[in-house]
Structure formats: structure tokens, C-alpha cells
């Protein structure tokens, strides 16, 4: 595959033209095309010996749009095609203070959760940085033209495990949040993990300010090895320290994520050990009823137990909510992606709203 100038800072692609012939201005010129969603071909203001050459040494353009699924709720499912022909899939949702984008870091997943669609085929590779920001810029120019920023908040949420991609994910964040791209607060950004103690404690330490989400599902290593097999590698209490230095170093309150999970890990039980786990750390957790996915046979917990749990917890003083869950009936809520081709006989699920 050709280098993709997507990934480029502005003074990366001035190297690579000047040797050309070409100003250095016109580095700005390919960086500000690239991220208003542009090809070579439709920067207008290069001339076409530039275009030329940018075309038969670089990509520009390195995800593309192949389809859409509309909800009901007005969330978006985009299903991208990459340059070597391999589909992933994005996630927005709308929101009061902006437009959500969630991201795909890998083609499918290593980590095998029980509830999740995305881990179904094993990991296929990993996505570059361009693929990711591709992306973001797809979106921008299908649903804001390119002109104006469509997405405001980005949360790498999709198929794959972020840490499990470090160094991709890493210049992804470095670049999407750069002043000379599309300069997406940190405040704005949040990076899901299954909880990998080593590298959130590298990120920790990478001096940047991203919010933190850890998938936690269970309070007990017995149960969250059940349904997570990365837990025999990491035991919570690895997982809990490191996601505590997270906070220590940078002051960002840490997201738990907690899969509501009918007759397994939804018992009051449950929710005093998550509390007693959680006590005295800065931090939310948010329930989540869990999304039916096809050929799994786990069921969202009862509406009454997701109540009593959630009590529980604020409670005991733990900041907690249950999420809102956007998008089911086209397979695009939590732990459904897996690279869809049609859309016939999605399920529409029932939605808990958060009040």
C-alpha cells in the first residue's frame, strides 16, 4: 500500500514537494484539502503535474464511505471500505452539545468478549493511524460537507482494542487533536479500553489528557474471566491501580463501563462489591443494559434490576448513570459492530432511556 499524506503533518508533506519544484505553501494547501474530505484529483488549487505525482506515490483518501444504516433515534452506521478492500464500521450519534463519532482502531478483535459481535472472526490487522483519522473525515464532509465539522467528540469505541494498537492509536490522537488538522479537544476524545494495566500507565504517562474508559463488566475476577478472557491475564486489581495512576497523572476521571447482563453479573451482591471496589476512587460508571448481539445467548438484565443496582451504587456514594442506548435497531449500539453488508432483519431492541 502506498504511504497515505493523511498522517502527515503540513511540514512532513512541504519536505516531500519542495525536492518536487513545488512552494512550501503547498503543503497547507494538500494538508487542508486531505482533511475537508478531498482527493488530489479535487484540490483545484494544485497544479496537475503535483496532482499527478501525489497520486502515483501517495494515497490521500484512505477510507471511503460504502454504506449507511439510519435509526429510528437518528444515529448513523457507516460501513467503511479501506483501500485494500477490508470493511470496518463507525458509529454517530447525536447529542444536545454535538455529534459523537465512534471509531474503529482494528478489523475485528483479539480479545474474544463474550458479549461482543466485534471479536467473532479474531483480529484480522490492525488500522493505521490514516485509517482512523479517514474516518473522522469521511463523516465530516458526508454529513457536514467537508466545510464545517460535523463531529465534535470522538471516542474509539468501535471494532477493536486501542491499547492492543498503541503506536497507530497514539499518532491518531497526536494528530486529531493537532491545531493544524481538525483540532479535537482532548476534552473531546475518549479511548475505551478491556483494561491492558501496562500500556493505560504508558498513556498515562504519554503527558496528553484523553478521557479514559475501562470495560469493566463484572466486580470478581472469577465472573469477569467468564466474560473476559484478557481478565486471566490482567486481574481486576491490576486493572483498578493502573486505571487509579491514570487518574493520579492526569486528572481525568475514569469511566467504568458495566454490562448489564440478565442473571449474571446484576445481583445486589454485584453492585455492593462493585461499590466496595470502586470506593474513594475519582470516577463514573456507567450501566448498560446490554445489546442483544446474534449467536450470543447472554440477555440485557430486567429493567427492575438495573434499577436496584444502580441505586445501590449512588448509594454508597459511587457516580454512576445508565447510558442511553442509541442505534440498536441497526445493529449500531455497544458490542453489535461486525461488519455488516446488509441491512435486512435487523432487530430493533427495546431502549432504556436515561432520565
Known amino acids: ?19 518536487w519544484g513545488q512552494p512550501s505553501f ?46 429510528k433515534d437518528g444515529t448513523v452506521k457507516y460501513l467503511f471500505k479501506l483501500a ?6 463507525g458509529v454517530l450519534m447525536s447529542y444536545k452539545y454535538g455529534k459523537t463519532l465512534c471509531i474503529s482502531t482494528q478489523i ?14 479474531g483480529l484480522k490487522r490492525n488500522l493505521t493511524a490514516s485509517e482512523m ?37 497514539s499518532k491518531f490522537l ?5 491545531p493544524d488538522t481538525i483540532n479535537i479537544s482532548e476534552r473531546n476524545i475518549s479511548v475505551s479500553t478491556a483494561g491492558i494495566p501496562d500500556k493505560i500507565i504508558s498513556f498515562a504517562d504519554d503527558g496528553r489528557r484523553f478521557n479514559l474508559t475501562v470495560s469493566l463488566h463484572a466486580p470478581t475476577d472469577k465472573k469477569r474471566s467468564e466474560i473476559m478472557p484478557v481478565n486471566k491475564a490482567f486481574g481486576i486489581d491490576k486493572v483498578i491501580a493502573a486505571a487509579r495512576y491514570y487518574f493520579d497523572k492526569t486528572g481525568r476521571r475514569v469511566i467504568f463501563e458495566y454490562s448489564m447482563i440478565d442473571g ?25 443494559r446490554l445489546n442483544a448481539v ?48 446488509k441491512a435486512e432483519n435487523l432487530k430493533t431492541e427495546e431502549r432504556e432511556y436515561e432520565k
Open 1 to 19: 500500500m502506498k504511504p497515505c499524506l493523511l498522517e502527515y503533518s503540513e511540514r512532513q508533506i512541504s519536505d516531500i514537494i519542495v525536492p
Open 26 to 71: 503547498r503543503g497547507r494547501q494538500i494538508l487542508e484539502g486531505l482533511f475537508s474530505g478531498k482527493d488530489f484529483d479535487g484540490m483545484s488549487n494544485l497544479p496537475a503535474a503535483l496532482k499527478q505525482r501525489l497520486n502515483a506515490e501517495y494515497t490521500g483518501a484512505p477510507v471511503g464511505i460504502e454504506r449507511k444504516f439510519e435509526s
Open 84 to 89: 485494500d478492500g477490508e470493511l470496518i464500521e
Open 108 to 121: 475485528s478483535c483479539r480479545m474474544g468478549c463474550a458479549f461482543c459481535a466485534s471479536g467473532a472472526d
Open 133 to 169: 483519522l479517514g474516518q473522522v473525515v469521511s463523516v465530516n464532509r458526508d454529513d457536514g460537507g467537508g466545510a464545517e465539522r460535523a463531529v465534535t467528540n470522538v471516542v474509539l469505541m468501535g471494532s477493536g482494542e486501542p491499547l492492543d494498537n498503541y503506536d497507530n492509536v
Open 174 to 178: 497526536e494528530r486529531i487533536s493537532s
Open 264 to 288: 449474571f453479573n446484576d445481583f445486589e451482591d454485584d453492585a455492593a462489591a462493585l461499590a466496595s471496589l470502586l470506593r474513594a476512587m475519582p470516577c463514573h460508571v456507567n450501566l448498560i
Open 294 to 341: 446474534a449467536g450470543k445467548s447472554l440477555s440485557p438484565s430486567r429493567p427492575e434490576a438495573v434499577k436496584a443496582f444502580l441505586s445501590i451504587l449512588q448509594n454508597a456514594g459511587i457516580s454512576s448513570t445508565l447510558r442511553r442506548i442509541l442505534g440498536s435497531d441497526i445493529e449500531g449500539a455497544c458490542g453489535q459492530l461486525r461488519r455488516r453488508y
